[in-house]
């Protein structure tokens, strides 16, 4: 009788359902921000598959521009030598007559090396361009993974930090009324046990 007049309950069964609808309240809350948390981390996840996706063809990117860039070195020695054969002339002897005739060079490959070289300038302006996409896309795709892990950031301290003390001083709260059910269940058999 003490503990129960020490109580604030008046009827601990209404206080029970009340603390158990809280706690359902509560637990679904807790199920809701645990289901969103689970849904942002899979996004991050599916984000960096982007971001490494992007990066590896950063990098295919770059080996590209190297191999171009050794193109246009590699046709640059191809005109120079060209450049320094044509001013040479020498004169050799006809195989078939005999007669001292000049050796006329066949330079018709430094156009064809020059049309080259502006097909690959324009190969790398266009592959400038693409990896200028990719890095804006990059940087894009990085800003949305730190918006998605500080949103789950947030949700995982609303959990750890609100809803799961509040949860736990809710059982607290039901433990403590259930108890007081049992006392108030006890009393009552007492009192028939006294009257009869």
Not at 114 to 143: C, G, T
Not at 163 to 170: G, H, M, N, Y
């Amino acid at each position: 009788e003490e503990l129960l007049s020490s109580s604030n309950s008046t009827n601990p069964c209404i206080s029970v359902e009340q603390v158990r609808k809280n706690i359902t309240e509560l637990q679904m809350q807790l199920d809701l921000a645990t289901k969103e948390s689970q849904q942002i981390m899979s996004e991050i996840y599916e984000w960096n598959g982007k971001l490494s996706e992007s990066r590896t063809v950063e990098h295919n990117f770059a080996v590209l521009r190297r191999q171009y860039q050794s193109d246009i070195r590699r046709i640059g020695f191809i005109v120079d030598g060209a450049a320094s054969i044509a001013t040479v002339r020498k004169k050799v002897k006809c195989p078939i007559c005999g007669e001292e005739t000049e050796c006329v060079k066949d330079t018709t490959f430094i156009d064809a090396s020059a049309a080259e070289l502006e097909k690959i300038k324009r190969h790398l302006s266009e592959l400038s361009d693409a990896q200028r996409s990719v890095e804006h896309q990059q940087e894009s795709i990085i800003a949305t993974i730190r918006t998605l892990e500080e949103k789950k950031n947030n949700i995982d301290k609303l959990i750890t930090d609100q809803l799961q003390p509040k949860l736990s001083s809710f059982e607290e709260a039901l433990e403590e009324q259930l108890n007081l059910v049992r006392l108030t269940s006890e009393l009552d058999i007492i009192r028939q046990n006294e009257t009869q």
